[in-house]
């Protein structure tokens, strides 16, 4: 009879294990969601094309996947080095920022509008969702 509860307590500390994780994972997105709505516009391909040409489009992605293909206009700045170029930026024309993830855009966003920038896009869904123009390296 011990050996049948030492079993079922053992199941239990899994399964418990299990829903920390999954609620830990859950909070994390949720974060996240929270976090780039309140510091950014989180927009689908086409609203992302509408701003093009009066706006300011950053790939965060590294040089060389910048290299191999990108938006059609995109500056790159690549994420780790991003404080070396944020003076590069203008305050009063739109920021466009799109990487691979959206955490890293949303981190990003935060910190322009800490800096006092006020119009800042991010593609939703990253580079992989999008669907106009690009730039690629031919090989």
Do not use: C
């Amino acid at each position: 009879m011990n050996l049948v509860l030492g079993e079922i307590s053992a199941w239990l500390w899994i399964d418990l294990v299990l829903v920390i994780i999954l609620l830990w994972m859950l909070g994390t997105q949720l974060y996240w969601w929270y976090r780039g709505k309140k510091v950014a516009h989180i927009v689908e391909s086409d609203e992302f094309k509408q701003g093009l040409r009066k706006g300011q489009v950053i790939d965060l992605r590294d040089s060389a996947e910048f290299g191999r293909s990108h938006i059609l206009g995109a500056r790159n700045m690549p994420f780790a080095q991003f404080k070396l170029y944020e003076n590069a930026l203008r305050k009063d024309a739109p920021v466009y920022l799109y990487d691979t993830t959206k955490a890293m855009p949303i981190r990003i966003a935060a910190r322009l509008k800490k800096e006092g920038f006020n119009d800042i896009y991010i593609l939703k869904g990253g580079y992989s969702k999008w669907d106009g123009k690009k730039k690629t390296k031919k090989i």
